[in-house]
């Protein structure tokens, strides 16, 4: 039986400077630092707010290597292989499987933590006059980007439990089945969603993978993924 596998990033990448005013990115994963080979942040970046198959990561990378000045060495496909392997050991790239789609990004997504990006007018306008000031700004770029976004009321719902504390998405799924809106506290997560004698964080994704709210859920999720705004973190690594 054929099945899809599909792959994102995990965390989010960030522009470190040292004491002789030398910059360098880091991708920041849980609150941890991780330093990234230039081949590593090539193959990275093409995941970055995206989902893609094996084939189309691998000619996207080739691409992008090319253009970044990679050595041919690091644009062969069995190095690409190498550090894609290398990646998802380390927890910043993540993969799911499935019959289909739609069962490989809930695999994909299910166990991924959502953290929500702070949409303010104020980080927006930040964004934009550092882009004007590069010279890397259109007029329609900015005005893209001065735009807030438009979220549907699930969408909504999942950032606002999103900003309450760190939820998987198996854990949302959870919280639409069972009307959950409150999870500020510890406590009200235990009560909420692990009530029973059976659910755990182990096994909550499986469990959670015949609600008959999931597709629906997975597809906010992957939306507001899509549209940046938000990026995943993972559980315990």
Known sequence: MNTTTLYTCTGHLQVKQTQKNERYP???????????????????????????????????????????????????????????????????????????????????????????????FWNRLSLASKLMANGRATPAAVKSILK??????????????????????????KCEECGVLDVSSGEKVLSSLYYDDTTTCYNIAHLMSESPVRDAVVLAVSNLYLRKQIVFQRGCL
């Open 26 to 120: 880091v991708v920041i994963l849980n609150r941890r630092e991780y330093l990234l080979t230039p081949m590593e942040l090539v193959l990275w970046s093409r995941l970055c707010w995206r989902f893609r198959d094996q084939k189309h990561l691998w000619s996207e990378y080739e691409a992008a290597a090319k253009e970044a000045g990679l050595p041919a060495r690091e644009r062969e496909e069995e190095a690409f292989r190498r550090a894609l392997k290398h990646l998802m050991s380390r927890g910043l790239i993540a993969a799911g499987e499935g019959e289909c789609q739609v069962d490989a990004l809930y695999d994909l997504v299910s166990n991924l933590y959502i953290s929500p990006i702070s949409d303010s």
């Open 148 to 173: 807030k976004d438009c979220t549907t009321e699930q969408e909504a719902r999942i950032l606002a439990l999103s900003g309450q504390t760190l939820l998987s998405t198996a854990e949302l799924v």
